[in-house]
């Protein structure tokens, strides 16, 4: 950081230009006016309150390091973890949104600076929220916040994470997920034969793939010879960007999956037909190697996935059900065919058995048959059944 005295003819004073660079390493200036006239012999005074001023600068800029604005710090946090790739961009577009949407419009007005932040302004945030939007969604937020504040503690800006002195929010397990069952399954597929959405409902339903998984699988992920595909690409919307990445979700997601005979047969005649296509539109055909598309080749996007799926459910009076939710289907029906949850997890490619054990329901059927082993066990060990006759005339009654 230095300091130059300067004058110029419009101006009656001389006037101190620091220059210095900014977190980010760009060269930066300030100017700074003073009070000592260009007229008489005063250089040698504005020399001197040049080095007062830079000084004085200095101890400014050290102690607004140290003690900084929450809001100022919380933001500059954020360009950090990108910067450091501690997250990645998508992640960061949602977290901006988070941000902007929430976290600043609340904390700005306070003006606290980070060493004034106490576990009863963050616990009056989370009773805020909690009555515009849900549990899991704060818990987001204030995951955030207390990430921000562990920065602030390793910096030696605060001493402990008044986020960690909140009352604790449990997660809530999400009830809306559904499933469909083995019939709906096939009616399903039958239903999308023939539609642009085809392969990416088959893809789904059989190796139980994120929509962002599909939509960002290519052709030369997929080894015909060896029987293999990688997921290595997906391709995501936040805030209404797009963004192609070579990154997954997380470890176990980037992951070889077998080419089954089936899916294998549908992925050969696909080709072929996009082939086909490609030579009968030359001209507007959009030609790129990725493999769940439309029929002109253009990309599709997570919108038009979502929509058209919810579109054609409700044309063929099928469950009304989100696209996520033939993941959990797919997970449901593994267990129906008696895999256990670690094999599930595996080929769902979930981090850890909590996530899979989320993905995989138990319909009516199943709960029925349990029903029937428990009473027949009971009934030889002398435990006498209801009679029908009985039923019957209870239910009447």
């Not at 909140?166 to 539609?195: N, P």
């Not at 595909?229 to 990445?245: D, L, M």
């Not at 030579?279 to 058209?308: A, W």
């Amino acid at each position: 950081m230095t300091a130059t005295i300067n004058a110029k003819k419009d101006r009656p004073n001389y006037f101190v230009i620091i220059r210095y660079k900014d977190d980010t390493g760009k060269e930066r200036t300030k100017t700074i006016s003073t009070e000592i006239s260009v007229k008489g012999n005063n250089k040698r005074k504005a020399e001197r309150l040049k080095d007062e001023i830079l000084e004085q600068y200095k101890r400014d800029k050290v102690s607004i390091e140290k003690d900084p604005f929450f809001t100022d710090f919380f933001k500059e946090c954020m360009e950090t973890w990108l910067i450091t790739s501690k997250i990645q961009l998508t992640t960061y577009d949602s977290y901006t949104i988070t941000m902007n949407a929430h976290i600043l419009p609340f904390f700005e007005p306070l003006k606290l600076r980070v060493k004034d932040v106490e576990p009863n302004h963050i616990q009056k945030y989370v009773n805020k929220k909690l009555k515009r939007v849900s549990a899991n969604t704060v818990k987001k937020h204030i995951a955030n916040i207390s990430s921000c504040l562990e920065s602030a503690v390793r910096q030696n800006i605060i001493s402990f994470n008044p986020a960690k002195r909140i009352d604790e929010l449990k997660k809530v397990k999400y009830k809306g997920a559904k499933y469909l069952t083995e019939a709906e399954i096939i009616e399903m597929l039958r239903c999308f034969k023939g539609d642009p959405l085809e392969m990416v409902i088959l893809l789904t339903l059989f190796y139980g793939l994120r929509r962002s998984e599909i939509l960002g699988l290519k052709w030369s992920a997929i080894n015909f010879i060896k029987n293999v595909f990688e997921i290595r690409h997906v391709v995501v919307k936040v805030s209404k960007k797009t963004h192609y990445k070579n990154l997954t979700k997380n470890d176990s997601s980037n992951d070889f999956l077998p080419l089954t005979d089936i899916i294998k047969t549908h992925l050969v005649k696909l080709k072929e037909e996009q082939t086909q296509r490609k030579e009968l539109q030359p001209n507007s055909y959009i030609d790129n190697d990725y493999i769940c598309k439309r029929f002109d080749g253009e990309l599709m996007s997570t919108d038009y996935v979502s929509k058209h799926f919810k579109l054609i459910m409700k044309k063929n009076n099928l469950p009304n059900i989100r696209f996520h939710d033939l993941r959990h289907s797919a997970g449901t029906y593994l267990k129906y065919l008696g895999f256990d949850l670690r094999d599930i997890q595996a080929w769902l490619r979930h981090a850890d058995l909590k996530t899979t054990s989320q993905y995989t329901h138990v319909d009516l059927s199943a709960k029925v048959a349990i029903g029937e082993k428990l009473n027949a066990k009971l009934t030889e060990n002398g435990f006498e059944a209801i009679t029908v006759d009985k039923t019957v005339d209870i239910a009447q009654n």
